[in-house]
């Protein structure tokens, strides 16, 4: 990959002519410059402020792994003045889309909107093996789009989990044909069901008590089927604390994953469908429980941006977009939350520690209240994570397709971890859940610790005779 020169970047775009010589734009680099905002590019001042933050470059110390380099690649290659070859392409697969750079960026540079700008643009003119166009054609085309066929998959894995067959595929061995990152996710993933939110509750439930306003639960799709409990706990704590909850049924994936891995024209029509949905519902707030569902939720005023029948609608959603947490904290009437015992069981004081949804801490600013209402929480003792702000290498389905980066986020992590001796690692979204389960697991800690959603810790320490719903 030809280097890029960091003195040019100081100059306006109008100098960039004189050198390095540049090239005729190839097709990449011709819809790159259509696609990529040209402002943002040139509105980065290499100041070196997202190093810190981010966690590629400290796990590599490579200036092309940290935001400001890859920004400067992507620059170089919008300019003509270098070839976008594997060595790029690479690179921005690298990066775990954190956005972990944006939050410290002097200049309000979207990061994340340039990343996602450039991976579609690769995956334009990407050439993939067949099999991998394959699973990316039924997860974002047949699959993630359609709740249908997610209720199909959710009884599908419920099956296998309940029929004994999955005991079956680990004891001969038939596992051992899957990479090792994908084994050790199955044998953790939470029981999947196919019934979810409003086949349990039904479209609308009611406020408990004075009526605060009404809230559009967005259910999401994995979460609807793989974590269904949680959804079901956060309607009732939403009740609990005076909403009124809609779910509306048309509403589908938030597209999320699909804006990651570079499908934002299908992340544009589920857009569309959520923002129909939810607009004619006319709710108040619209409560997300998952900081990377969120995350996106609140940015499709800028997915939507260039769709003039959207725009309005979009941004009318994106306005009402709260996280359950903050919703709960900042709008809700909260009930009294507190552990059963004032002492674990082996006398300790009950310790409990967070890990950060990156998408929630740093796309939707919401670091603050997961963890006032987890001190809220009587006979339990927070204690603060070393790095919790820092990916746990999750990131959609990094740890699938960048299994070495995200096992050494990981392991990293688990270090400060240990060093809380907390009974519970609370997180507010279902891959981190899942990231922080596999890390407990390898280290061999889940006979003192286990990792939960903010959600079901706080539901379960309502009161004692509060109903407890869980899916059959």
Not at 412 to 431: C, D, F, Q, R, Y
């Amino acid at each position: 990959m030809a280097a890029v020169n960091d003195t040019a970047h100081n100059h306006p775009p109008s100098n960039w002519g004189a050198s390095p010589e540049k090239k005729p734009l190839n097709p990449l680099a011709q819809t790159m410059k259509l696609q990529l905002n040209y402002d943002e590019l040139t509105n980065c001042m290499r100041c070196g402020f997202c190093q810190a933050a981010c966690p590629t470059f400290l796990e590599t110390g490579l200036e092309a792994a940290s935001p400001r380099g890859r920004i400067a690649l992507m620059k170089a290659v919008v300019d003509g003045v270098m070839e976008p070859d594997q060595t790029f392409r690479e690179q921005m697969d690298l990066c775990l889309g954190c956005r972990a750079c944006e939050p410290v960026c002097p200049a309000d540079v979207k990061y994340g909107h340039l990343l996602e700008e450039t991976r579609d643009s690769l995956e334009q003119h990407g050439e993939h093996r067949w099999f991998i166009k394959a699973a990316r054609r039924v997860a974002f085309k047949e699959l993630f789009p359609k709740p249908k066929r997610m209720k199909l998959l959710g009884n599908v894995l419920r099956a296998y989990q309940k029929s004994g067959l999955q005991k079956v595929a680990h004891g001969t061995g038939v596992m051992k044909l899957f990479p090792k990152n994908m084994r050790d996710m199955e044998a953790i993933l939470p029981e999947a069901t196919g019934k979810g939110v409003v086949e349990t509750f039904g479209t609308r439930v009611p406020a408990k008590g004075q009526k605060i306003g009404t809230v559009g639960m967005f259910r999401g799709c994995l979460m609807d089927i793989m974590f269904t409990n949680t959804n079901l706990k956060t309607v009732q704590l939403l009740s609990e604390a005076g909403f009124e909850v809609i779910i509306p049924e048309t509403q589908n994936c938030c597209g999320a994953l699909h804006a990651h891995a570079g499908e934002i024209g299908q992340a544009k029509e589920l857009a569309k469908k959520n923002v129909r949905a939810f607009r004619e519902s006319g709710v108040d707030y619209i409560a997300s429980n998952a900081g990377g569902c969120g995350a996106l939720l609140v940015e499709y005023d800028h997915l939507l941006h260039d769709e003039p029948e959207f725009a309005d609608d979009a941004k009318w959603f994106a306005s009402r977009v709260k996280d359950v947490s903050h919703l709960l904290l900042e709008k809700g009437r909260l009930p009294e939350f507190a552990h059963p015992d004032k002492a674990g069981s082996n006398g300790e004081t009950f310790t409990i520690t967070y890990q950060d949804s990156c998408h929630l801490r740093n796309v939707m600013r919401s670091s603050n209240a997961p963890r006032n209402l987890m001190k809220r929480v009587a006979n339990v003792k927070f204690v603060e994570l070393q790095g919790a702000d820092r990916c746990c290498g999750s990131a959609g389905i990094y740890n699938i397709v960048q299994t070495d980066m995200a096992n050494q986020i990981l392991e990293h992590k688990m270090e400060h971890v240990k060093e809380t001796n907390a009974h519970m690692l609370i997180t507010s979204n279902p891959g981190c859940l899942l990231q922080m389960k596999l890390g407990i697991e390898r280290e061999q800690l889940s006979e003192k610790m286990e990792a939960v959603h903010i959600v079901d810790f706080l539901y379960d320490r309502i009161s004692s005779n509060q109903p407890q719903h869980k899916t059959d």
